[in-house]
């Protein structure tokens, strides 16, 4: 594959199981007139090969050298729930670069494929745009909070099963929301079910 330079047209190939996730991946490339998704049958030409996988392992690794077997092929993985594999193992499979699902912006997506493309393969990204999911660790209040949370219960109810103020758990709800950067209760809960906390 040819080094790109970032004014050129990257040409990008998507391989995702889940259709909706496909969907959505190639909504990002025909958002930036600077991206061109290839078909399936000539993911050999891409630049750079979008791969979306819900934990990345090394067996789902081993996937890579199966969808191209270009020496010089150059992976995006964009992981929906745990990083599992070795960094090592992901550099020899062609990863360049991780960007996590909920972390991943039509810009951020767009950047990172074209930095995919563009990149001399020395070394993987990981993670790209921010911390893993499961990182940073919540404390053991803030996953019974939210546990209790993703249960259905309401503020009132889970003071009183945990012997807590209201206004406690408000704190505590407000702190795990502020470490994760989320933006609500039920992005909160999301989070840490993606990180499997709860």
């Known amino acids: 594959m040819p080094q790109q330079v970032l004014t050129e047209t990257v040409r990008v ?38 791969v979306a996988m819900e934990v990345a392992d090394t067996s789902a690794l081993d996937l890579l050298p199966r969808l191209s077997d270009e020496p010089d092929a150059r992976f995006l993985v964009v992981v929906g729930k745990q990083w599992r594999a070795d960094l090592s193992a992901a550099r020899e499979r062609g990863v360049r670069a991780v960007v996590w699902w909920d972390f991943c912006s039509p810009d951020v997506f767009a950047r990172t494929v074209r930095a995919v493309a563009g990149s001399d393969g020395s070394a993987p990204t990981l993670p790209h745009t921010a911390e893993p999911p499961h990182a940073p660790r919540l404390n053991s209040r803030e996953v019974d909070v939210l546990r209790l949370i993703a249960e259905g219960k309401q503020i009132d109810e889970i003071a009183v099963e945990l012997s807590y103020s209201e206004r406690t758990v408000r704190y505590i709800l407000y702190g795990a929301m502020k470490r994760t950067r989320t933006r609500n209760r039920a992005h909160a809960v999301s989070y840490a079910i993606r990180a499997g906390l709860i």
């Open 13 to 50: 190939a998507i391989h995702a199981p889940a259709p909706l996730v496909r969907a959505g991946l190639a909504g990002f490339v025909a958002l930036d007139p600077r991206l061109h998704e290839l078909p399936r049958d000539r993911i050999r030409e891409a630049d750079a090969i979008v």
